[in-house]
């Protein structure tokens, strides 16, 4: 969640959405063998941070999960499982409990299975950009999380025929490692929209416009609109790589 803050809170914000891959969202109890358990897509940040403040302030307090809780509820309304995510629907209007990507609110279904209104997809940081419910970069901070990601695209047979590029940034799971993680993605981040935005105005000069397709063609990903980018994220990712030498990284070219 702190790369989710620092990249929508730069100078020039990112669009952004932030993703857990595990089954069940779990955090820190009294004790090893008791932890905090809630189910992704369901329950908010403030949700969380009311229960466990309730539970016992002084602990929670203690071992940093209501400070968490507090940045993450200013972020966005609650954790969402990548699985769930329905790419290609739009993420705009209420948000429904337990929605998987906007289904259920695009078809107005409010259920048992579902819940009540609970907040906008605007209100979170970063929304604005990500109202197609399609992203160009997807960047995991553990290995194991970058392997779901994978797998799961592999899984969905890419009906979007939408190249991503898929990063890791192995970040170690502490405050102090996570800010230096969060400013490390944000200097991927500007890295790579630099090139874009370069080879964007190289393809709608050049050879979009020469197919009549221009800027639409780049920004929607189609086939060969991107080569010029796809190619020069390896350089992009070893001159980071350089600079970041104890976070290491991994990168893979996918497809939604």
């Given at each position: 969640m ?20 595990g089954?069940?969202v779990r ?5 090893i063998?008791?932890p ?15 229960e ?8 929670y307090?203690?071992?940093g999960?209501l ?7 200013n972020?966005?309304?609650g954790p969402?499982?990548?699985?769930d ?10 948000r429904?409990h ?7 609110a ?5 259920n048992?299975?579902v ?12 929304s604005?950009?990500t ?22 695209l592999l899984?969905?047979?890419?009906p979007?025929n939408r ?12 405050h ?13 981040a500007?890295?790579?929209n ?19 397709m ?10 060969g609109a991107?080569e010029g980018?796809?190619?020069?994220v390896?350089?992009?990712?070893a001159r ?7 976070l ?8 939604f």
């Amino acid at each position: 969640m702190e790369a989710h803050l620092r990249l929508t809170t730069a100078p020039t914000p990112y669009p952004t959405i932030s993703f857990g891959t595990g089954s069940l969202v779990r955090l820190p109890g009294p004790s090893i063998n008791a932890p905090n358990v809630y189910n992704f897509n369901h329950t908010s940040y403030a949700a969380m941070y009311n229960e466990l403040a309730g539970k016992d302030t002084k602990l929670y307090k203690a071992n940093g999960i209501l400070p968490m809780l507090e940045r993450n509820k200013n972020v966005k309304w609650g954790p969402e499982r990548w699985q769930d995510w329905r790419v290609g629907v739009p993420r705009v209007g209420k948000r429904y409990h337990g929605d998987n990507g906007g289904d259920a609110a695009a078809k107005g279904n409010v259920n048992a299975d579902v819940g009540v209104v609970d907040a906008e997809y605007g209100n979170d940081k970063g929304s604005m950009g990500t109202e197609a419910g399609v992203v160009d970069i997807v960047i995991t901070c553990e290995e194991r999380c970058w392997e779901a990601v994978i797998d799961d695209l592999l899984n969905r047979g890419a009906p979007l025929n939408r190249p991503v590029h898929v990063f890791n940034v192995d970040i170690k799971d502490n405050h102090e490692e996570a800010l230096v993680g969060g400013k490390a993605i944000l200097e991927l981040a500007d890295a790579l929209n630099a090139a874009a935005r370069e080879e964007r105005d190289a393809y709608i000069g050049g050879s979009g416009s020469a197919v009549g397709m221009g800027a639409y063609g780049f920004d929607a990903g189609h086939v060969g609109a991107r080569e010029g980018f796809d190619e020069r994220v390896p350089e992009i990712l070893a001159r980071w790589q350089e600079k970041w030498p104890t976070l290491p990284a991994l990168w893979t070219l996918a497809w939604f």
